[in-house]
C-alpha cells in the first residue's frame, strides 16, 4: 500500500504549472479503497424509505460541518440466550440512508453488514473499539470488525474522522440506555 | 491580442510573485489555492510591515512619551488613516479597530441597537447571510423580545427586492446585509437597500468582509449607517478588522468594552469615556494587525482595484465555462452581478470527497455550508463545494483543475 506525507516544503518559482492527474501518484488510493468504493456504489442496508413498526428503532445524526446526515435503523430483537436463560437483545435487521460523503456511507454500510444478527452488547463494544480505532488508532480486535480496516488512512485525515464515525455514534446512541433521538421513518 | 494576453499573464506573475506560499506544495503538487474567501494570503508587503514593526517600532501605543511609542502610536493611527481614506469615511473617527467582521457586527448589536430597542421592534436580515450577521441579531432578540424578518433570496441567489419592500415596516429598527456573499459571490445593490431603509428611517450595517477584497467600497456613498470589514479576507493579517461608523452614531453610543484606553478618566465614584475612536477601542490593540491592514490597505492600492476586478472577472466567467463542462456538475448561485466564487454541487459527488481528492492534487478548496448555512438549505443541499479566486489565481490553475475534479467524478460515480 502507497502512503505519502501530506505536504511537503519545497521552494520553487511561483508559476503555476499543472502535472497530469495520476490517481496512483497521490495516496488517494489508499483512502479510497475499491471496498470503500464499492460499498459507496452500493451500500449495504440502504433503503429508502426506511422500515418502522414494531422493533424498529431509528435515529438521525448529521455532522453539519462538512453535511453528512444519515438516519440508521435497527430492528431489535430479543432472544434468549441459552447460558443464563435471560432474553439478550439481538441487532436483527439494519438500515440507513441519508445524504453523506463515501466515507460516511461506506462505514454505515459495513456497520449494518458486520453487524447484523449480533447481540445489543457485542455491537456496543464493537462501536466502541472502531470510534477508538478511528480517532485515536486503536487496534481492531473484535474479528467482526477486520473488514472496516480499511479506513486505517484516515488516521492522516483527522477532518474525515467523523465522516467514519458517525454512524456507530449514532448506534451508540441507539443502543444506550437514553437514546438522544428518535427519529421517523424516512 | 496576444501581445494584451501575454502582458496580462505577466502581470498576474508580477502579483503571484508578492506571496510566498505560492511556492509551496502539497502532496507533491504545486499548490493552488482556491480558498480566498476562507482566508486570503498575505503578499510579502504585509508580512514585512508587520516583522518591521516588531523588530523596529515595538512599543505600547498612546500612552507612552518615549520614542518607540512614539513611532508604533504614528504606524498605527497611520494605518486607521489610510483605512478611512480608503472606504471614503469623512474622518478617521470613524474607523474603529475590531478582531473582525464579526467582532464589528455584535459591537453594533449591543452598543448601538440594544439600547433602543423595545419588544416587539423588528430587524431585517437577508436569507443570504453569514452566520456573523445572523447570531448577534438572535441573542438580541432572546434579549430584547424584537423579531427578526428575512429577505428571500431568489433561484439564483439574488436578493428579493420587491420583498424587501414589502418586509420594512414602521416597527423596522435595523436592516443588516451583507455586501457580497461569501457563499455563492453575490453582490448586492447595497446602494439602493440603503436608500430604501433612509426613507423609511431604518439604520442600515453592511457587512462587508468579502466586499473589501473585490471592489472599491465607498461609505459615503452606499449611504450605510455601519460597515464592517475583516483584515484577513482581504490581504491583511488575522485578528484585525474594523468598524466603519457614521460619527454621530458613534457619538451617542455607550462603549462596547470597558478598560484601558477608552476612557478619559478613571475614579471608583465615577469615569468618563475617551473620544472616538478610542472610546470603542479598550485595551491594547492589536497593533501588529492594524499595521498590516494597513499595509494591506497599500497593497491593493498599489495593484488597483480596477486592474484586480478585470481579472477576477475574467476568471469567473472562464471558471464558469470550465466547470460546467463537467457532466452533473450544477453552479448554486447565479446571480448577473457576483465577485469570482464559484459554490457548485457534482451528482454522485459528495462535497467532502470532492475536496479530499482535489487536496491530493495541490488544490485547497472549501466544502461544507460556508457559515451560511440558512443559506445552503434554502437551495435544499447539505453543503458546496467553493472554489474562490483572488488576484493570484490563473487560467492555468482553473485549467488543471478540471481533471482534478472529473477524476473525483470518476472514482466515486
Known amino acids: 500500500m502507497k502512503s505519502k506525507a501530506l505536504s511537503r516544503h519545497s521552494s520553487r518559482p511561483a508559476t503555476c504549472s499543472a502535472e497530469p492527474v495520476d490517481s496512483a501518484d497521490t495516496g488517494l488510493d489508499a483512502i479510497y479503497q475499491q471496498q470503500i468504493l464499492q460499498h459507496n456504489r452500493q451500500p449495504v442496508g440502504f433503503q429508502k424509505p426506511l422500515p418502522h413498526g414494531s422493533g424498529w428503532q431509528q435515529l438521525h445524526a448529521s455532522n453539519p460541518l462538512c453535511g453528512d446526515e444519515i438516519v440508521l435503523a435497527v430492528k431489535m430483537h430479543r432472544s434468549a440466550s441459552a447460558a443464563a436463560g435471560k432474553p439478550e437483545p439481538i441487532l436483527q435487521e439494519l438500515g440507513f440512508n441519508g445524504d453523506s460523503c463515501a466515507i460516511c456511507t461506506a462505514s454505515a454500510s459495513l456497520l449494518c453488514q458486520q453487524l447484523q444478527g449480533l447481540s445489543s452488547q457485542r455491537a456496543t463494544a464493537m462501536a466502541q473499539q472502531f470510534i477508538a480505532f478511528v480517532l485515536c488508532q486503536q487496534p481492531l480486535t473484535d474479528e467482526r470488525l477486520q473488514p472496516l480496516a480499511i479506513f486505517a488512512q484516515l488516521h492522516q485525515l483527522p477532518n474525515r474522522h467523523h465522516c467514519a464515525t458517525l454512524a456507530w455514534q449514532a448506534l451508540q446512541d441507539l443502543l444506550g440506555s437514553h437514546p438522544q433521538q428518535t427519529g421517523t421513518g424516512t | ?413
Open chain 2, 1 to 413: 491580442m496576444s501581445a494584451v494576453i501575454r502582458e496580462c499573464d505577466q502581470q498576474v506573475q508580477r502579483w503571484r510573485a508578492d506571496f510566498p506560499i505560492l511556492t509551496r506544495q502539497v502532496h507533491g503538487r504545486p499548490l493552488v489555492y482556491f480558498d480566498s474567501a476562507a482566508t486570503a494570503q498575505r503578499p510579502r508587503q504585509v508580512l514585512q510591515a508587520m516583522d518591521d514593526y516588531y523588530r523596529q517600532h515595538n512599543a505600547n501605543v498612546h500612552r507612552g512619551v518615549h520614542s518607540l511609542s512614539g513611532e508604533a502610536t504614528d504606524l498605527f493611527e497611520s494605518a486607521r488613516n489610510k483605512l478611512a481614506a480608503h472606504i471614503n469615511a469623512r474622518n478617521a473617527r470613524e474607523v474603529i479597530f475590531t478582531r473582525g467582521s464579526t467582532e464589528a457586527i455584535n459591537l453594533v448589536a449591543q452598543a448601538y441597537l440594544r439600547p433602543l430597542l423595545q419588544a416587539g421592534d423588528e430587524i431585517l436580515i437577508s436569507h443570504m447571510e453569514h452566520h456573523s450577521n445572523i447570531v448577534p441579531w438572535q441573542m438580541l432578540r432572546a434579549q430584547t423580545g424584537a423579531v427578526l424578518k428575512v429577505i428571500p433570496v431568489t433561484d439564483v441567489g439574488e436578493l428579493d427586492l420587491q420583498a424587501l419592500r414589502q418586509l420594512i415596516s414602521p416597527r423596522t429598527r435595523m436592516l443588516g446585509l451583507v455586501h457580497v456573499s461569501n457563499a455563492i459571490g453575490t453582490i448586492n445593490p447595497v446602494r439602493e437597500v440603503c436608500k430604501l431603509a433612509r426613507q423609511h428611517g431604518v439604520t442600515t450595517i453592511i457587512d462587508g468582509a468579502q466586499a473589501m477584497p473585490h471592489l472599491a467600497v465607498d461609505v459615503q456613498d452606499i449611504g450605510c449607517d455601519f460597515y464592517t470589514m475583516s483584515g484577513h479576507k482581504m490581504y491583511g493579517p488575522t485578528g484585525i478588522g474594523a468598524l466603519y461608523g457614521r460619527e454621530a452614531l458613534l457619538e451617542a453610543m455607550p462603549p462596547w468594552q470597558g478598560g484601558g484606553e477608552m476612557i478619559r478618566s478613571v475614579s471608583f465614584a465615577t469615569t468618563t469615556w475617551n473620544d472616538l475612536p478610542a472610546k470603542f477601542e479598550a485595551g491594547t490593540p492589536n497593533i501588529a494587525g492594524a499595521i498590516g491592514l494597513g499595509a494591506a490597505v497599500d497593497y491593493i492600492r498599489a495593484v488597483g482595484l480596477d486592474a484586480i476586478a478585470a481579472h477576477e472577472q475574467g476568471l469567473l466567467q472562464y471558471a464558469t465555462e470550465k466547470l460546467l463542462q463537467i457532466d452533473g456538475l450544477k453552479i448554486i448561485g447565479e446571480a448577473s452581478n457576483k465577485v469570482s466564487v464559484l459554490s457548485f454541487v457534482i451528482d454522485g459527488v459528495h462535497p467532502h470527497d470532492l475536496g479530499t481528492i482535489v487536496d491530493h492534487h495541490g488544490f485547497a478548496i472549501r466544502t461544507g455550508h460556508h457559515c451560511t448555512m440558512p443559506l445552503i438549505k434554502r437551495f435544499g443541499l447539505p453543503a458546496t463545494a467553493r472554489a474562490s479566486l483572488a488576484l493570484y489565481n490563473t487560467r492555468h490553475e482553473i485549467e488543471s483543475f478540471i481533471p482534478a475534479l472529473q477524476q473525483a467524478c470518476d472514482m466515486l460515480r
